[in-house]
């Protein structure tokens, strides 16, 4: 396909404030669709720092503008965007991927989880939604079109109750405290960082502190992982 002029160069270059701006990067295979995204994001005070059209591009531009937060389409050519996300994530581990797609497809819902989507986001949803769905993810959310998550977390409980192959003996799996556990269960329920830090009283930092310090020890890379851990050993039933 041809690529627009626009998308050569990393875009955005505004400075910092006392907190860091959050980068993002847009890409969708719609050049009209992936400019409006981009235009929403920027004049709600992101960082957009790259766009692109293809599945090669895209890898090549986030390698290249190292964004905190990677939006998402899955129908992409060249390379399909589980693909994409894949290897991205893949490489790494901290990058925070949120697919927005016009599928609502259950299949195509669970291949994006399973690639390391931390959230996934219908184009039915409004510029606002969309806005607080890139800071949510941002910071580790794993956020879904309403509909969704019950699915995600249906497949992973679907999985957990398999019978698991045999392990090789190994070391033994890593203390939590109990406030990790605590933190961990309602991870498994689906709760946001804000509805935990409510329910047991600390700030939001704190929850995010306690779920890195777990991820740390469990040696997971991101909340979805982190969700169905919990979810196979029951905690979400706790």
Not at 193 to 218: C, D, F, M, P, W
Request: charged share 25%.
């Amino acid at each position: 396909m041809n690529e627009e002029p626009m998308n050569e160069e990393p875009m955005g270059e505004e400075p910092m404030g006392e907190e860091r701006t959050l980068k993002v990067m847009v890409v969708d295979d719609h050049p009209m669709w992936r400019d409006a995204v981009a235009r929403d994001l920027a004049g709600a005070g992101f960082d957009v720092v790259a766009t692109a059209g293809d599945g090669p591009q895209a890898v090549r531009r986030a390698r290249a503008a190292a964004p905190d937060v990677l939006v998402l389409d899955l129908n992409l050519p060249g390379l399909p965007g589980v693909a994409v996300c894949k290897e991205l994530v893949g490489e790494n581990p901290a990058l925070r991927v949120l697919v927005l797609s016009a599928s609502g497809e259950h299949a195509d819902v669970l291949e994006a989880v399973k690639s390391g989507a931390t959230g996934y986001l219908l184009k039915s949803a409004s510029t606002e939604e969309l806005l607080d769905a890139v800071r949510r993810t941002a910071v580790g959310d794993a956020v879904f079109t309403p509909g969704l998550a019950g699915l995600v977390l249906g497949e992973f409980r679907r999985l957990a109750a398999d019978p698991a192959p045999a392990a090789p003996d190994g070391p033994k799996a890593p203390r939590l405290t109990d406030r990790e556990t605590e933190v961990l269960r309602l991870v498994a329920k689906g709760l946001s960082y804000k509805q935990i830090a409510e329910r047991l009283v600390i700030s939001h930092r704190t929850v995010q502190n306690h779920v890195q310090n777990t991820l740390g020890k469990l040696q997971l890379h991101n909340r979805v992982e982190l969700v169905r851990y919990a979810i196979e050993r029951g905690l979400d039933d706790a």
